[in-house]
């Protein structure tokens, strides 16, 4: 199989129902975002520390079927699609990690190490994802868990970045006004 087929030389692309779209919709934009964030978390790993890289493995996949439910506008029950079991999951994991820091008393300067300052930027992007499919949510129906999701998700790779940099011995910096 060829990587190219020349059918988007035209400016447009395929969704998974195969209608086709220019590849400047928000529909494209929303899940190149996701690509983005995703291709993002795999720069990420290995961040030394095997429960958190398990757990970035697991959100790449979970982005995959991110993806795929908002390239397919009109999905069938057995397409893959986000579920309210994909949050909780994130939200279980949040948890868990907070346990481990400090409380915040103040907004946080990203950076830190190198792991640490990568999940910060991973957060700033799948944020654009967010703001991406909502945008896309105001012209078209999507699957609403999706929104949740990216939402949790960036509020994973924020205790993320925090617990990395703070298992690194990475100090927090706060922002001087």
């Not at 779209?21 to 190149?32: C, F, L, P, Q």
């Not at 790993?45 to 908002?70: C, F, K, S």
């Not at 703001?131 to 868990?145: F, W």
């Amino acid at each position: 199989m060829s990587i190219y087929t020349g059918r988007g030389d035209e400016g447009e692309t395929d969704l998974r129902d195969m209608s086709r779209v220019s590849k400047s919709s928000h529909r494209i934009e929303a899940y190149g975002s996701v690509d983005e964030a995703n291709a993002l978390l795999g720069t990420v790993r290995p961040t030394g520390h095997d429960d958190v890289d398990d757990l970035l493995e697991t959100i790449q996949n979970h982005l995959h079927i991110v993806q795929a439910d908002l390239a397919n506008p009109d999905p069938d029950p057995d397409d893959p699609q986000v579920e309210s079991r994909h949050t909780e999951e994130l939200e279980q994991h949040i948890d868990a990690f907070d346990e481990e820091l400090e409380p915040l008393t103040s907004f946080i300067l990203p950076g830190g190490g190198e792991a640490g300052a990568a999940l910060h930027h991973a957060r700033a992007v799948a944020r654009r994802a967010e703001r991406r499919v909502v945008d896309l949510a105001r012209s078209e129906p999507i699957n609403e868990a999706v929104v949740t999701y990216l939402n949790r998700l960036s509020d994973l790779l924020f205790t993320l970045g925090r617990v990395v940099n703070a298992r690194d011995g990475e100090p927090e910096e706060s922002p001087s006004y």
